[in-house]
């Protein structure tokens, strides 16, 4: 028994050597790693399957005088429907929504173009400037006036109709921001440390909210709040309109996932 340990332990000696040779060529070899594109398909939150148009009419808007807010979403959103929708695009005028709510309430039914709000909402002081959100709370009601969008459905056969409330607006914010900053020692080692450094900052702060509307009914079909807001140095010029793109951009893919499948783009690391 004695006599046959010598030859096990070299046995054993002989697999630890081949195992570590081995490991030592997978180790020179290096694994190889390749970036293959994948695509999500995400389905639509809304059932549009019984409209064959869209109509982005246009939306109760205020903020910044900078920026006409109205008319640059629905340019922006129709573009965007054109090219990663199905549905056809109807142009039209961006419809002025505070005017024709203003007329609304002061025709008290007398305009046949333009239905009355409720007897209860007619004692609703409509802001003719819209500077904040509360200020977009009584316009609220004008989603609600199924005869109005029904009528405007009619007069475009019956689509799907997006309009809401868009509230693009500046802010300003001041305090101590975390950054963080390269050190070396002596020995020309470097490392990085935070650093809280008190900055200044302006930029913008864009609120929509998007209502889909049945143009067969005139009833609500979804509604969807986004807030997205943008800050930079107090010494960077950066004109609104440049802002307000910029913040939308983040908002449209959500948008475009109501209404229609969308696909994913990333990539996912194989390992050879």
Same mark, same amino acid.
């Given at each position: 028994?004695t006599?046959?340990?010598?030859?096990?332990?070299?046995?054993?000696?002989?697999?630890?050597?081949?195992? +570590?040779?081995?490991?030592?060529?997978?180790?020179?070899?290096?694994?190889?790693?390749?970036?293959?594109?994948?695509?999500?398909?995400?389905?639509?939150?809304?059932?549009?399957t019984?409209?064959?148009?869209?109509?982005?009419a246009?939306?109760?808007?205020?903020?910044?005088?900078?920026?006409?807010?109205?008319?640059?979403?629905?340019?922006?959103?129709?573009?965007?429907?054109?090219?990663?929708?199905?549905?056809?695009?109807?142009?039209?005028?961006a419809?002025p929504?505070?005017?024709?709510?203003?007329?609304?309430q002061?025709?008290?039914?007398?305009?046949?173009?333009?239905? +009355?709000?409720?007897?209860?909402?007619?004692?609703?002081?409509?802001p003719?400037?819209?500077?904040?959100?509360?200020?977009?709370?009584?316009?609220e009601?004008?989603?609600?006036?199924?005869?109005?969008?029904?009528?405007?459905?009619?007069?475009?056969?019956?689509?799907?109709?997006?309009?809401?409330?868009?509230?693009?607006?500046?802010?300003?914010r001041?305090?101590y921001?975390?950054?963080?900053?390269?050190?070396?020692?002596?020995?020309?080692?470097?490392?990085?440390?935070?650093?809280?450094?008190?900055?200044?900052?302006?930029?913008?702060?864009?609120?929509?909210?998007?209502?889909?509307?049945?143009?067969?009914?005139?009833?609500?079909?979804?509604?969807?709040?986004?807030r997205?807001?943008?800050?930079?140095?107090?010494?960077?010029?950066?004109?609104?309109?440049?802002?307000?793109?910029?913040?939308?951009?983040?908002?449209?893919?959500?948008?475009?996932?109501?209404?229609?499948?969308?696909?994913?783009?990333?990539?996912r690391?194989?390992?050879?």
């Open positions: 028994m006599a046959l340990a010598p030859r096990n332990q070299n046995s054993r000696g002989l697999k630890l050597g081949v195992m +570590a040779v081995v490991c030592a060529l997978v180790a020179a070899c290096g694994v190889t790693s390749y970036e293959v594109p994948i695509e999500t398909p995400i389905q639509p939150k809304l059932d549009v019984a409209f064959q148009r869209v109509l982005i246009g939306f109760v808007a205020g903020g910044t005088e900078d920026v006409d807010v109205n008319q640059e979403t629905v340019r922006l959103l129709r573009s965007q429907l054109r090219s990663k929708s199905s549905l056809r695009v109807i142009d039209a005028d419809m929504l505070v005017t024709i709510a203003l007329d609304q002061k025709s008290n039914g007398g305009a046949e173009s333009a239905p +009355a709000p409720p007897v209860e909402d007619r004692a609703v002081v409509l003719e400037r819209i500077r904040e959100e509360k200020d977009l709370e009584p316009y009601r004008l989603f609600a006036n199924t005869a109005y969008w029904k009528r405007i459905g009619e007069e475009y056969q019956n689509p799907l109709i997006v309009t809401g409330t868009v509230l693009f607006t500046p802010q300003s001041s305090g921001v975390s950054r963080d900053v390269e050190q070396y020692d002596s020995f020309g080692r470097r490392r990085v440390v935070p650093v809280r450094t008190y900055l200044e900052r302006k930029g913008f702060i864009l609120r929509p909210k998007f209502v889909f509307i049945d143009g067969r009914t005139g009833a609500t079909m979804h509604a969807e709040s986004y997205e807001e943008v800050l930079y140095n107090a010494q960077q010029n950066t004109p609104a309109l440049s802002s307000y793109f910029e913040l939308m951009d983040r908002l449209v893919p959500n948008f475009l996932t109501t209404l229609s499948s969308q696909k994913i783009r990333g990539t690391v194989l390992l050879m």
